[in-house]
């Protein structure tokens, strides 16, 4: 599908550089060829295109922003441009670059040691070995400092136990980072360990019944004294800082992902309603339906403005600050999510079938409207930066 | 032994944007369209990375046009392409211009193969593969294809569908020719013009992307080469394809197989 000129009606594309734009329009090409012919019926029958894996492997999609190892060191602005791509076909297939780079490949490469990195980053970098991150738990969703997983030490080995909930990619992971508290602890004790599939006492199972992100595996993982050898936790971090500085990146990329779900139902929604005639003219050609698209544009265009603007930030100033990015993926994803309920309905009941994308996205948003901190969470955050008054907890 | 070949980057415009034609009826409407390498060129620019991965070597692209064939030069070298040539031309050209500046190029860069799009997709031409290798005085095949399919295995490993012989001097290239395939053989240096089925090009890897920025594009003239490019060939009327015509609905079933049986003859 080639763009229509009006998404861009404020040229963010002259604020990208040269190689910027081609990245994404690389990457736009693979999802309009590869990916677009096969999502639906993936999501119907809610399985994941393992097949794509390599391909994306071979353009250097996963740890893109890393250096060495195999990654590709691109900045955080292209990242986030592959992203909006990637969610532009389905949430799927994002979840899953952006579980394997910023939440996996990331803590190995900043808190690994040198040994873990060569063991494990090229691998991930080729698509050979799939990574899946363990936080959330059952009980413990939005307040991960109360989870109950825990480890204690014996000899040389830790033994791990307990349970990680809503796992993207759990069942097809070769190795999971597993947060747990060590040794009797509270939050401030958390460490980060790689546990790798085959581990006796670790089982993942899959997760059935999704509404939403149905092209994608989702896995709650068990540990039953497993025992996990010392070489394989995480040396660099401890404490809730690690899981969380993995968060703040991982949800720069959900701002510029959100847009790519938004321009998806936007561009479909617009074609839709000037082909489908009703009253004998073209649907677009109704007032209600103009201020529909009227509104998906110019939440769009202040979407791409806010996640091109908060990962120049990153690139320019090597950080961002969570405040910064929850007001971001916060706004973006609740506007990306009206923009797919609108657009499901100008496609009307041809909306609700898996014929169109809308649907689909919707649903998918569902779950990013709640996972990489819920949107109350990052409300809350933000709520806090402003007043200095913590409202989490008691 | 290490090859070097040249291929082209010629920039159309992208087929998935709407063409109209302008109101002289000889031209189109530029406004709004988007352009993209000549898909035949970037099946070439495919082939000699192939060839060269294979083989060792270096791929040279060349593209002759304004300033704007930098975007097709880069996603070449973003393919992986060593270096490239820009013939910097503002006005408009014709296929012997081109073939003429080719020509040149080829004398000053002497590679071993040429292996240009059979035709670019813009006007369909289909002359400056077999323009450069008359004047180069070089063997040509044109058609370049191969026999297995898109879908092999042998495709999926990128192996290269032109073959180079152990002592490294000639190529055989398979044709396609109408409902079969005839298999060529010929001594370099030769020039190959490319098949849609010879292979998928590859999506440029991303880091691909930004090391083609610091690849050299090396900026030449038609008149710094000797060539003229005075036009010889002019369009003189450009007719958009017949629109189509609108469907009709049948009643029932018996009157649809009746149609397609006496007026379709489809049955």
């Not at chain 2, 003189?236 to 018996?254: E, F, M, N, S, Y």
Request: include cysteine; charge should be neutral; proline fraction near 5%.
């Amino acid at each position: 599908m080639s763009r229509a000129a009006i998404t861009d009606l404020y040229r963010i594309d002259d604020l990208l550089s040269e190689e910027e734009r081609a990245i994404r329009d690389t990457v736009a090409r693979f999802i309009d060829k590869e990916y677009l012919p096969i999502v639906g019926k993936h999501f119907r029958n809610g399985t994941f295109p393992m097949e794509l894996v390599p391909q994306l492997a071979d353009m250097g999609v996963f740890g893109a922003t890393l250096k060495g190892y195999g990654c590709a060191g691109l900045s955080n602005v292209a990242y986030g441009l592959i992203l909006q791509e990637l969610e532009r076909g389905d949430s799927g297939l994002r979840s899953f670059a952006s579980v394997q780079s910023s939440l996996c490949m990331f803590p190995i490469h900043a808190y690994g040691n040198e040994e873990q990195k060569q063991r494990f980053l090229p691998g991930m970098a080729a698509g050979k070995l799939i990574g899946c991150f363990g936080l959330t738990e059952p009980d413990y969703g939005s307040d991960p400092g109360g989870m109950v997983t825990r480890a204690r030490k014996s000899g040389d080995e830790w033994v791990l136990n307990g349970s990680k909930m809503w796992i993207t990619n759990g069942t097809i992971a070769d190795v999971a980072i597993v947060w747990a508290k060590v040794d009797g602890g509270g939050a401030e004790s958390i460490k980060g360990f790689l546990v790798e599939k085959g581990m006796p006492g670790y089982v993942a199972k899959e997760i059935h019944g999704k509404f939403s992100l149905r092209a994608s595996f989702t896995a709650e993982l068990a540990f039953q004294d497993v025992r996990v050898p010392a070489k394989n936790v995480l040396p660099g971090v401890t404490g809730l800082k690690g899981p969380l500085s993995c968060l703040n990146k991982a949800r720069m990329g959900i701002g510029f992902a959100a847009m790519g779900a938004a321009v998806a139902c936007f561009e479909g929604a617009r074609e839709y309603a000037l082909e489908r005639k009703t009253f004998g003219k073209p649907i677009a050609g109704f007032q209600l339906t103009q201020e529909k698209l009227a509104d998906m544009l110019q939440e769009i265009v202040k979407g791409q403005l806010l996640a091109l603007r908060l990962a120049r930030l990153a690139d320019e100033h090597g950080k961002v600050s969570p405040e910064q990015v929850s007001l971001c993926k916060r706004n973006n994803v609740k506007v990306a999510l009206e923009i797919a309920r609108v657009a499901r309905s100008i496609y009307g009941a041809n909306g609700i079938t898996d014929e169109y994308p809308p649907v689909r996205h919707m649903l998918n948003l569902e779950s990013v409207y709640t996972y990489e901190g819920t949107h109350e969470v990052h409300t809350l955050i933000l709520g806090k930066a402003i007043t200095g008054l913590n409202a989490f907890g008691n | 032994m290490p090859l070097k070949i040249l291929v082209t980057a010629k920039r159309v415009e992208d087929s998935e944007s709407k063409i109209k034609v302008d109101a002289a009826g000889t031209g189109i409407v530029k406004e709004g369209l988007k352009y993209k390498i000549n898909p035949f060129d970037e099946i070439g620019v495919e082939e000699a990375l192939r060839l060269v991965a294979k083989h060792g070597g270096e791929v040279v692209v060349v593209s002759v046009g304004t300033k704007d064939v930098h975007e097709q030069l880069r996603h070449a070298l973003a393919m992986g392409a060593n270096k490239a040539v820009w013939v910097h031309h503002d006005g408009p050209i014709d296929q012997l211009g081109i073939a003429g500046c080719l020509q040149k190029v080829v004398e000053k860069e002497k590679p071993d193969l040429c292996i240009l799009g059979k035709q670019a997709i813009d006007d369909d031409q289909g002359q400056v593969g077999q323009y450069l290798a008359e004047w180069l005085g070089w063997a040509q095949a044109t058609f370049a294809s191969k026999e297995e399919s898109l879908e092999s295995e042998a495709e999926k490993a990128k192996t290269p569908a032109i073959q180079l012989a152990a002592d490294g001097k000639s190529i055989t290239v398979i044709r396609e020719v109408d409902g079969g395939l005839l298999t060529v053989s010929s001594p370099l240096p030769a020039v190959a013009t490319t098949e849609l089925r010879l292979n998928q090009p590859r999506y440029a890897s991303l880091p691909g992307i930004m090391k083609a920025k610091s690849k050299p594009i090396e900026e030449l003239t038609p008149a710094g080469l000797g060539v003229d490019v005075g036009v010889k060939l002019t369009v003189t009327k450009l007719a958009p394809p017949p629109a189509r015509k609108a469907g009709i609905k049948v009643p029932d079933v018996a009157t649809l197989v009746d149609k397609l049986k006496n007026e379709a003859k489809a049955l």
